[in-house]
């Protein structure tokens, strides 16, 4: 069992910037591949980015890329998404997950946090 809690959201005014943190606790069997994803009232969940926990290969939405930096510290069992140039559509809650399958796909993972608001004000 894996078990992850997401922290570091809030309200922040468009173009300023967050760090939101992922701290996985429990044995996991095998690397993950951890991933970000948002959901926004009335849609559906989509694909932020992901990293693999061990190699370090990182996957971005191309909504986010240049201004998104996804990482790790293994030391710390912590996934963190560093989030610039924020942009009111980036609004919605963030969760972070594990899983071994496909990256970009919310149903190919396994375990997941229980959230984080982001709000984005105009």
């Known amino acids: 069992q894996v078990q992850l809690v997401e922290s570091g959201g809030g309200l922040v005014q468009a173009g300023g910037s967050l760090r939101l943190s992922c701290a996985a606790s429990?044995?996991?069997?095998?690397?993950?591949?951890m991933g970000w994803f948002r959901q926004a009232p009335g849609k559906e969940r989509e694909f932020v980015a992901a990293i693999n926990w061990s190699g370090g290969m990182t996957y971005y939405t191309d909504s986010v890329k240049g201004r998104f930096t996804i990482s790790r510290d293994n030391a710390k069992n912590t996934v963190y998404l560093q989030m610039n140039s924020l942009k009111p559509e980036d609004t919605a809650v963030y969760y972070c997950?594990?899983?071994?399958?496909?990256?970009?796909?919310?149903?190919?993972?396994?375990?997941w946090g229980q959230g984080t608001q982001v709000t984005v004000s105009s």
């Open positions: 429990g044995r996991a069997s095998r690397s993950y591949a």
């Open positions: 997950a594990a899983g071994g399958g496909r990256y970009d796909d919310p149903e190919e993972y396994e375990y």
